[in-house]
C-alpha cells in the first residue's frame, strides 16, 4: 500500500513537473522576443557598364564603412554587378575612388566580393534573403543569419516607380521585395531590418512592405530624381551618388562607439544638397528611431555592461533593479563582459561570454545552464509530444504498479 | 424570310472605314488641293518643328573628362609638322618619302605600323553590280610602282581591351601637292596619336590612316576598308610586285601586310579648311551625308559639336545653301511664322512654336542643303566610304582663323587634339554601337535636327491624294460606262490596256538608265556627243516599242489613273530608299500627275499650267531651273548635266535609278495624256 503511495505520488510530480516544464517553455518561445545577436549587412549594386561607375563605388563605399564599423566580412553579403575595377576605360587600374580626391581607394586588398557580374540577378538576391539556395552554394555567399540577427540592406541602382533595375535585363518590383521580407519574417530571419536605397523614386520600393521590424530609408520620393554629386573629371565619370555621399559624410564622423541615433542621420539629410526629399518608413519599427544608435544596423556594436558584480548581474530575471553601466569605450575587463539587448526585461548570454565567466552562484550557475537548454530547443511541439507519449506510459506504469 | 420589303429595298449599309474611302474618293478634287497644300506648308513647316538635338546615349558622357593632351604632344606634333614641310620642299619622289616619314612617326610613338598600298580604281558604270561593290577586276594594264598609292596605318593597341574594337581616325592628305592645311591635319592626328599611345583609359584600339588621296580621298579610304573587311589568305603584299614595297630604314618595324584591329565603332575624319571665313571665332564644319543620302548615327554629330562648342569653343556649323541666306520670300514666310507664333503665345504662353525670322532663314538654308546633299545620294566627303560598312563616320573639317605662324599653329593643334581626344574618350566609353539615336534625320542647323517622324508627314499629305485621284477616276470611267450600256465583255478589266502602256513606258524608263553602259563602250567620245547619243537613242527606243505594242488608244482617265497609281507606290518605294529623293520628286511629281489632261478636254488657263509642269518636270530642265534659282554652280552647258548624271552612277546612287524608272516615265505618260486625242 505504502509502496503503491509513494509510487503515485512520484508520477503525479513527475507529471506535474513535465507539464509546467513544457508549457513554460512553449509560452516563453511565443512571448520571448528574439534579442539582437548579431549583425549582417547585404550590399547590392545593381547595374552594369562603364558609366554607373557611381553606383559601384557607392556599394563599396557602405562597404568599407560598416566593415569600420565592425561588420566583419563573413556577414557582409556584397553583390556588384559589374567590375569597373579592371574595366578597360579605368584610368586607374584595379581601383575604384568615390572621391575626385583619389585619396582613398575602395577596392583594396580586403574586398570580398560575394556575387559579381552576371551573377547578381533578381533570383539570386531573392534567394540571399530569403535562404532558399541550391545546394552547392558555399556559406560564405549565404545569409546565415537568425532570429536576433539586425540586417543592413543596401542597394543602388536605377530605378522607378516601384521598381528597381538588375543588370538592365530584369527588374526587382516592390511587391518581390515585399514577398522575400515577409518570407524572411516568417522564416525568422532578422530581428530588425533596416533597408536604405539609393536610386530614382526609390521611396516608391517601400510600398508594399508589411512586415514588422522593417524601417526603410530610400533617397527620394515618388517622381524625384536621385542625382550623382560629383564627376571625378579625371577618371571621366561620376564617382558617388548624392545620397550616399551624404550618408557616408555622416558616418565618417563616427566611430565604432558613438551613439548617434537612427534620427540623427535621417535628420543629417539636407533635401537642398540632395537635390530629392530623403524617405523613411517608420511605422513597421517598434522601437523609437530617436533612441536607436546607427550602429545597430551600420555595425556590429552592441551594449556592453560592465558589472561590479558578476553574481548580481545574472541572478535572475530581476535584473532591472541592476544598475547598467553602459560603455561607450572598449572594454578592458573582458571578463566580466556581458551583452544584453536594448531590452533590459529580456536578457540572454553570448554563448561566447558564456565560458569565461566563472565563480558565480551555483543555484545561478544551473537555473542558467536550464534556460539555456531550453532556449536551445526550438521544437517545442516535438517536447510537447513527448511529453504527453511519457505521461501516458508514466499512467501506465502507475496503472501497472497499483493494480 | 425574316427581311421585311423595307429593308430589301435599302441597299446594304458599308462599315464606317468603307463609307469614309468613299466619301473621300467622291471628293478627291478637295483633298488633293488641301492635301497638297498642307504637304508644302508642312515642308516649310519643318524649320519651325525642329527639336533640339541632345546626347541620347547614356554611355557616351561627352565632356566628363577634361582633356589630357600635353605641350609635349603638341611640340611633336609641331617637330612633325616642320619636318613634313621641309621634305615637301626638298625631295623628289613624295610619294614615297612622305608616307615613309609618317610610318617612322607612328613607330616612335609606339604604334604598329603597315602600310596598304592600292591603285586607282577608276568609277565605272557596272549596271548589273548596282549598289554593290565592284570586284577586283585588277587593273593590270599599266601596273607600275608609280601608279600604286600607298595609305599608312597606325594602330595602337588598347592596353587593356579586348582588341574586339576600334576607333578610326583619319587624315587624307595628298603627297604630290602637300598643302599647309593636310600637314595641319596630320600634325593634329600625329598630337592625338602621341597622347594615345600613354594613356590607359583605351578600351577601343586606334587607327590612324592616312589616306594617300592622289587619286581622291574617297577612294583611298574605300579601298583601305575594302581590304580590311576582306579577309585575305597568304598575306597582302602577294598582289604586288615585291620592287613595289617602299624600302623601309624602319626595318622590322613596318609591314606590307594589312594590319586589322577590331570592328570599327565610329570613324572621323580630320580635315582643316583652306581659308579661315571672317567669324570671330574658328570654326567647325561637320559632314555627315553618305552614300544614298544615310546618315550617321545623330549622337555621333551631336558629341562632336558638343565637345567643339563646350569644350573648345568653336563655332559649329553644317552645309548650308548660302544663297538662300538673303531670298525675300522666304524672309517673308519667316515673318508670317513669326507672327503666328507671337500671335498664339500672346493666346497661351505655353504655346512655344514662335521662331525668329533669322533662326527661321538659316534654319530652311540648311535644312535645303540638307536634303539636297541626301536626295543627291553623293557622299559629302571620305566618311561616306564607312557608311557602306555600317560605320558611323563623319568629317570634321576645322577652319581656323589664321595659322601662318608657329603660335597660332601650335593653338590650333592644342585646340583640335583636344577636341578630337575627347570625341575619342567619348567613343571610348560607347558600348555597342551607335545605336541609341535617330539614324533618320535632316539636320537644319548643328544642334537642331527633324527626325523622321515629322518629316514624314510632309512626304504623306503630299502623295496621299495620288491614290484617291486613281480611285476616283477609275469609279468614274467605270460609272460611265454601266450608264452607257455598251455591251462590251469584261468591262471591269478595262484597266488592263493602259496598264499595258504604262508597264511599257516604265520597261523603257529601266532600258533608258542601262543605256550609259553601252554608251561608253564607244571610244573617245566627248560629254556632249554621250549626252546626245543617250537621249536620241532613248527616244528611238520609244518609238519602237510605241510602234511595236500600238496599244489601242484607251480612255485618258483609265490612263491617268494607273499612271498615277504607278508614280505613288514609285514614290512611295524611293521613300524607303531615299527619303529626300523621293520628298523632292514629290514635290515635282504629284502637281504634275495631279494636274495633267488632255489638251482638248481641259481648258486654256490648265492646259498652259500643264505646260509649265511638264517643262519644268523633266529631270534636265529640273536641273537648269534648280541651278539657275539656287545657284548651285555656274554655267548651264550640257555637259554639266551629263557630269550631273555621271556622278550620280558612279556613286551608285538610288536617285539614278529613281529618275530613270520612276520619274521619266511618268513624265512621258504626262505628255501622252497631255497630247491624248480624246
Known sequence: MRNREINNFLSRSILTTLLVITLSLSSSSITHAAVHTNNWAVLVCTSRFWFNYRHMANTLSLYRTVKRLGI??????????????CNARNKYPAQVFNNENHRLNLYGDNVEVDYRGYEVTVENFLRVLTGRHENAVPRSKRLLSDEGSHILLYMTGHGGDEFLKFQDSEELQSHDLADAVKQMKEKRRFKELLIMVDTCQAATLFSQLQ???????????????????????????????????????????????DNASLSSLFSSFNPNLLMSTAYYRTDLY?????????????????????????????????????????TSSQSDDVDTRRMTSSDPGKQVDHPDIKLVKGGGCPHADWWNAIVEKFQGIKNGDMIVNYGLVGMLTLVAVSTWQSS | MASTPETEGQKPKHRPIVRIGIFIIAHSFIVSVVCCTAGVLALLLLPVLAKKTYVSENALMPGSAIPMITDQDVSGANNFINELTSLNLKSQSLNIEIPRLIALHMANLGGEVSYHMFQNQPNKFHPLHFFTSTDTEANNVNQTCESYATNTVGIIRAPRGDGKESIVLVTP??????????????GIAYSVFSLLTQVSWLAKDIIWLAADSQYGQYNSVAAWLKDYHTPSFGGFGKLHDDECHISNDIATEVSDTLRRAGTMAAALVIKVANTGEAGEQDALNIYAEASNGQMPNLDLINVVSYLAVHGQGLRVQVDKLVSLLDSTWLKFIGEVFETVGKIARSVNPQWKFGISVKEYVEGSATLVSSLYNQALGVPTGSHGAFRDYQVDAITMEISPKLFSNSKGRQTELFRGGRLVEGVIRSVNNLLEKFHQSFFLYLLTSSNKFVSVGVYMIAFLLLVAPLPVLAASLFSDTIKSYVESEKNEPFKSWRWLYPTKTVFLVHLWGAIVSLLPYFIYQIPDSQPTSRLLIWASLSLFILFVLGSFFRARSAEWALLKSVTVSSAFIGLCLMSVINFATAEIGALLLVPMCLMTKPWRVAGKVQSALNLVLVIIGFPGATFFVVKSVFGFENGSSLVEFWYWVESLWAWNSATYIYICMVHLPCWVLCIYILLHPC
Open chain 1, 286 to 326: 517598434q522601437e523609437q528611431v530617436e533612441q536607436v544608435p546607427v550602429t545597430n544596423f551600420f555595425g556590429s556594436v552592441m551594449k556592453t555592461i560592465h558589472t561590479d558584480s558578476a553574481y548580481r548581474a545574472t541572478s535572475g530575471k530581476d535584473n532591472s533593479r541592476v544598475k547598467y553601466d553602459v
Open chain 1, 211 to 257: 512586415s514588422p521590424g522593417v524601417l526603410a530609408i530610400g533617397s527620394s520620393m515618388k517622381g524625384e530624381n536621385s542625382y550623382s554629386h560629383h564627376l571625378d573629371s579625371d577618371v571621366g565619370v561620376s564617382v558617388v551618388d548624392r545620397f550616399t555621399f551624404y550618408t557616408l559624410a555622416f558616418f565618417e564622423r563616427l566611430n565604432m562607439y
Open chain 1, 72 to 85: 566583419p566580412d563573413e556577414r557582409i553579403i556584397l553583390m556588384l554587378a559589374d567590375d569597373m575595377a
Open chain 2, 173 to 186: 592628305y595628298n603627297p604630290v601637292n602637300l598643302s599647309p592645311n593636310e600637314t595641319l591635319s596630320l
